[in-house]
């Protein structure tokens, strides 16, 4: 079996979020500032070890050595790219640049536009990088990508690259795209990558699935929006129904009507880890009773308070011991694959409060 935790890379100063929130802006600058919502909230999490920079070999050095102590295989990290920029691209060039680094990894494209959505409503059309597919644009990532996997310490599956792809269905004709990816990869390297699609919300078809090697329901998002039994006729609320209706509308009414939406006064919600837990431990098994190549995804943890605020949406009383139950039923499913995985969520996601690393409160 393999433990992976999906890793982000926000953690130091970056040129494209300088310009788009202020000089020397990181992961860390919305973190520090969080407030309590309530009685007895967690905010601001203060790491255990401080707070680090990841544009420093060191920092990521430190990183990897505390997640393989304590059984981490690998880290997928996540990356951007569009029309040739790459945001929070640092970490991996700082690992390509130091090849004595010890360090296992993937990469985990994050293939969504940027936006200013933590400020508020009206923030969601304030397009920041739109993430587009240009064929030309694409070859270049794919040149990219396989500059990666041909390191040595580059993550592999059946002595395939591992890729991950956080919305597949977003891609135009994504079958042309897998067939270029696998290509270049085979041209460069002489091996095609292990593709995974990862399944953020629910929808009424899953029918690229048949494109990829392997699928994963991403958590707690899909607990949190999905139905349990994932292949049902989710029956629409008047609330999404009239939300879908809003953003069928044309940009500017859009905007009014977010920036009304936006004077009305701001409400979190609060969810139990334990019936969230169960719930993405359901929708895996049923998943998986019709994709036997599913993998199994668990967040640790969940308030992303840092970057919603009063918005926010918040994960209560995780509990260790029903996280240990939940893995230890997940094993028992899985430890017959051939390519026996799980993906944790997250090491170091901060700002959501999905973080397996140490912080001051519980050690």
Known sequence: MKVYATYLPGFHNDKLNNKWWGNNFSEWDIVKKAKPLFLDHN?????????????????????????????????????????????????????????????????????????????????????????????????????????????????????????????????????????????????YIGVEPYIIGSITAWKNSYDWIDLVDSTMLFQPSFSLFGPENVFENKKESVANKINQYIRSLPDGLKKYIYYMHDLLPEKYTIYDFTKVANKSLHQFINFRNKYI??????????????????????????????????????????????????????WNEWGEGMYLEPDEKSG
């Open 43 to 187: 905010q601001p999490s203060v790491p255990l070890n401080g707070y680090y920079d990841l544009s420093s070999a060191d920092a990521i050095q430190s990183q990897y050595k505390m997640a393989k102590k304590y059984g981490i295989d690998a880290f997928l990290m996540y990356g951007y790219w569009s029309k040739g920029q790459q945001p929070l691209v640092k970490p991996f060039e700082v690992i390509l640049d130091n090849p004595d680094l010890d360090i296992k990894f993937a990469y985990y494209w994050g293939n969504h536009s940027w936006t200013r959505t933590w400020t508020n409503r009206k923030g969601s059309l304030d397009v920041l990088l739109e993430q587009e597919y240009d064929s030309e644009d694409m070859d270049n990532f794919f040149l990219f990508l396989v500059k990666l996997f041909k390191d040595v310490r580059y993550e592999r599956i059946d002595g395939k690259p591992l890729f991950i792809i956080y919305k597949p269905e977003d891609i135009p004709n994504l079958k042309e795209f897998i067939i270029r990816l696998k290509s270049y990869s085979y041209k």
């Open 293 to 346: 190549n599913s993998i199994p995804m668990i967040n640790i943890g969940f308030d992303n308070t840092p970057r919603y605020k009063g918005r926010a949406k918040i994960i209560e009383s995780f509990n260790i011991e029903e996280f240990k139950n939940i893995l230890s039923e997940i094993i028992n499913i899985t430890k017959y694959d051939k390519n026996n995985i799980i993906v944790i969520n997250a």
